[in-house]
């Protein structure tokens, strides 16, 4: 993306690229750093360009328009870095999150979101009814004598859920975590991968709930019989 930037801002039309040295492009794409982007590069940029079937009707003012697009993405670029950078800060001195951040499941994003989205924690009175507020319980509608298929309430943040997903996601594939142990186990004993994997979402609601309110320190033991992590 940077680099992209970089070069749009230096040659903000085809027809500047096609008219371009190749050294010349070479040279802006050097200011970006990358392992990617070299002289072949910067020669089949040119190449590109002079293939372009761009009319150049209002070149100028399509340019101008572009510059200033670039200025405002590298801006937005910019002002998300900062936020990210007091978001880790944030984290990083917290105590509430000194459990989460042991967990190698979750990442930085994923840790803010609990802390946000699950708030004051101290207000559950257990972890069932931190899972609930998450909208990870099980809801089973039922109209007379129909019952029908039990499914996750969806109470609570969607973005909360989100991040559990790709969490519980990341633990399948993570060697030694305690999550992916809990949910290997489950699919053996029969239970649906999808289902698994819900289950293992609201323990890990259980278990970031309940780091947060003793202020412990993360024990994957607790997550599974005879896990140690990785």
């Known amino acids: 993306m940077r680099t992209a930037l970089a070069v749009l801002k230096a040659y903000p039309s085809a027809q500047a690229i096609a008219q371009a040295d190749p050294e010349a492009v070479y040279q802006v794409l050097r200011t970006v750093p990358s392992p990617h982007f070299g002289h072949p590069t910067a020669h089949q940029l040119v190449a590109l ?3 372009s ?3 150049g009707r209002a070149l100028s003012g399509r340019a101008t328009s ?3 697009l670039c200025d405002q993405l590298q801006h937005t670029q910019t002002n998300l ?3 990210e950078q007091e978001l880790e800060e944030f984290i990083t001195t917290d105590p509430g999150t000194k459990g989460l951040q042991q967990m190698p499941e979750l990442g930085t994003k994923t840790i803010a979101v609990l802390r946000a989205e699950l708030g004051e924690v101290e207000r559950f009175a257990c972890t ?3 899972i609930a507020y998450a909208g990870m319980d099980i809801k089973i509608k039922e109209s007379g004598q129909w019952k029908g298929q039990a499914k996750l309430s969806k109470r609570g943040s969607g973005l909360l859920r989100q991040m559990l997903y790709l969490a519980a996601l990341r633990s399948i594939h993570l060697k030694g975590s305690a999550f992916g142990a809990y949910y290997q186990h489950l699919v053996e004993r029969g239970l649906a991968k999808m289902s ?8 890990m609601v259980a278990v970031a709930t309940s780091l947060m309110q003793t202020g412990e ?3 994957p033991s607790k997550v599974w019989v005879g896990a140690t992590g990785p």
């Open 217 to 219: 320190n993360y024990d």
């Open 128 to 130: 069932d009814q931190a």
């Open 81 to 83: 870095s900062r936020l």
């Open 196 to 203: 698994a994997l819900m289950a293992v979402m609201r323990k």
């Open 66 to 68: 572009l510059q200033i």
């Open 49 to 51: 360009a002079k293939e």
């Open 53 to 55: 079937v761009s009319s």
